[in-house]
């Protein structure tokens, strides 16, 4: 695991007006850099129903008993004493308490219903005769009786600080009388596309092509806990200052700034001028992988660039190794820990460089799907993984990152 002596070693050379030639960095070591330079943004207090996925900030507490009353765990007679039992009466869910029992009564009653005061037990239906207003029933050490504060206690920790809420915990803090949260902000995110031959919609003409990196991104940000600003903005390749009047306009608004396409060293790619033009201090210029070498993260004052290559599945690669980690970090998230599986099938693997490949996950490891180049999403539409491959390869168990779900 990269620590802070690393970051400083890794950025030394990468000060703001400064371009340092290329030099990869390591895959793991990226991924981890991008989770640690994240700081976690401000907190907000958000309405229960719209916190599913956040990170509390502060532990929650129980604002109220749960159960709040004693009351049935199931349909039935509430009753009091051996029996038989005298029939007085019905309670349901919703209604008030009614009077208390005297030893030989029972009151009809629904699950969830407040017992009546002096209750021993609550006879089921199905364990019951009744005989017109008498309840019969042999006896038994289940009670089926919720008891006030039976699950928790006012003022109780529910739920630590850091905790991403899942819908079980939503559940749960509704319970105990919580309306709102405090959380982690979402990080906002704008998209930049670059190119003068992509286009955002309809068939492309011919040396045109369709921008199929933005339809990933916007589709990865809600999984992994951001919004998108105002969806994607193309940028032109000419004239040459178009990109950095683009990153200008989007870090005055937005926490995270991706740029697609135009992260290499070709003619066409000016996102290295944009860079040094803003005085972006960039921390990974390039990765040790395959595909998705071309890939950036920098930041300027307080805001993040993240450059992804144009290729739509190289930027898959590069997404899930610079944006994925820099977006844990900014919501408070730890760093996903990586799975691990045997795998299965053929793959060549480039010296020196991490490989990430397309896999079907299966109950004996991960099987490879051929087919992967840097410009084709196939492969990947039909992955739930992608396997990472080191360039040394000990045996054959391998590291994966899934596709399927959320990568928190």
């Known amino acids: 695991m990269t620590g802070p002596a690393d970051i400083v070693t890794a950025t030394a050379d990468h000060q703001p007006g400064h371009l340092a030639a290329h030099r990869p960095m390591p895959w793991h070591q990226a991924r981890t850099l991008a989770h640690q330079l994240a700081v976690p943004l401000p907190a907000e207090v958000v309405a229960l129903p719209h916190a599913a996925g956040r990170t509390l900030r502060s532990a929650l507490h129980a604002a109220t008993m749960l159960p709040g009353f004693d009351n049935a765990a199931m349909d039935g007679y509430a009753v009091r004493g051996p029996g038989p039992w005298q029939l007085v009466g019905r309670v349901l869910a919703g209604d008030p308490a009614t009077s208390p029992l005297a030893l030989g009564e029972a009151v009809e009653i629904g699950t969830g219903a407040p017992v009546p005061d002096g209750t021993d037990r609550v006879v089921r239906y199905e364990d019951a005769v009744r005989d017109a207003d008498t309840?019969?029933?042999?006896?038994?050490?289940?009670?089926?009786?919720?008891?006030?504060?039976?699950?928790?206690?006012?003022?109780?920790?529910?739920?630590?600080?850091?905790?991403?809420?899942r819908p079980a915990a939503l559940g749960l803090a509704a319970s105990v009388g919580i309306d709102?949260?405090?959380?982690?902000?979402?990080?906002?995110?704008?998209?930049?596309?670059?190119?003068?031959?992509?286009?955002?919609?309809?068939?492309?003409?011919?040396?045109?092509?369709?921008?199929?990196?933005?339809?990933?991104?916007?589709?990865?940000?809600?999984?992994?806990?951001?919004?998108?600003?105002?969806?994607?903005?193309?940028?032109?390749?000419?004239?040459?200052?178009?990109?950095?009047?683009?990153?200008?306009?989007?870090?005055?608004?937005?926490?995270?700034?991706?740029?697609?396409?135009a992260s290499s060293i070709g003619p066409a790619d000016s996102l290295h001028h944009a860079l040094h033009t803003v005085g972006a201090?960039?921390?990974?210029?390039?990765?040790?992988?395959?595909?998705?070498h071309p890939q950036v993260l920098a930041e300027a004052a307080g805001r993040w660039?993240?450059?992804?290559?144009?290729?739509?599945?190289?930027?898959?690669?590069?997404a899930h190794?610079?944006?994925?980690?820099?977006?844990?970090?900014?919501?408070g998230h730890a760093l996903p820990a990586l799975?691990?599986?045997?795998?299965?099938?053929?793959?060549?693997?480039?010296?020196?460089?991490?490989?990430?490949?397309?896999?079907?996950?299966?109950?004996?490891?991960?099987?490879?799907?051929?087919?992967?180049?840097?410009?084709?999403?196939?492969?990947?539409?039909?992955?739930?993984?992608?396997?990472?491959?080191?360039?040394?390869?000990?045996?054959?168990?391998?590291?994966?990152?899934?596709?399927t779900t959320g990568s928190w």
């Open 135 to 165: 309840v019969f029933a042999p006896p038994t050490d289940r009670h089926h009786i919720r008891r006030h504060g039976e699950y928790v206690r006012a003022g109780q920790q529910i739920l630590p600080a850091g905790y991403q809420l």
């Open 180 to 261: 709102a949260v405090t959380v982690t902000t979402r990080a906002l995110v704008q998209l930049l596309i670059t190119g003068d031959e992509v286009i955002p919609c309809g068939r492309p003409p011919q040396g045109t092509v369709r921008d199929a990196i933005g339809p990933v991104v916007n589709a990865l940000l809600p999984m992994w806990g951001a919004d998108p600003d105002v969806g994607s903005l193309p940028v032109p390749d000419r004239p040459a200052d178009a990109l950095t009047a683009a990153l200008i306009d989007s870090l005055a608004s937005a926490d995270v700034v991706v740029v697609c396409g």
């Open 281 to 292: 201090t960039v921390h990974v210029d390039g990765v040790a992988c395959r595909p998705g």
């Open 305 to 318: 660039i993240v450059g992804l290559p144009g290729n739509p599945f190289a930027a898959l690669v590069a």
């Open 321 to 331: 190794t610079l944006l994925q980690p820099l977006l844990a970090g900014l919501a």
């Open 339 to 403: 799975p691990t599986a045997p795998l299965h099938g053929d793959v060549h693997v480039v010296p020196g460089h991490t490989r990430l490949v397309p896999v079907h996950r299966r109950s004996d490891g991960v099987h490879v799907i051929g087919g992967a180049r840097p410009g084709h999403l196939g492969p990947a539409a039909h992955a739930d993984a992608l396997a990472v491959l080191p360039a040394e390869r000990g045996d054959n168990l391998v590291q994966y990152i899934p596709l």
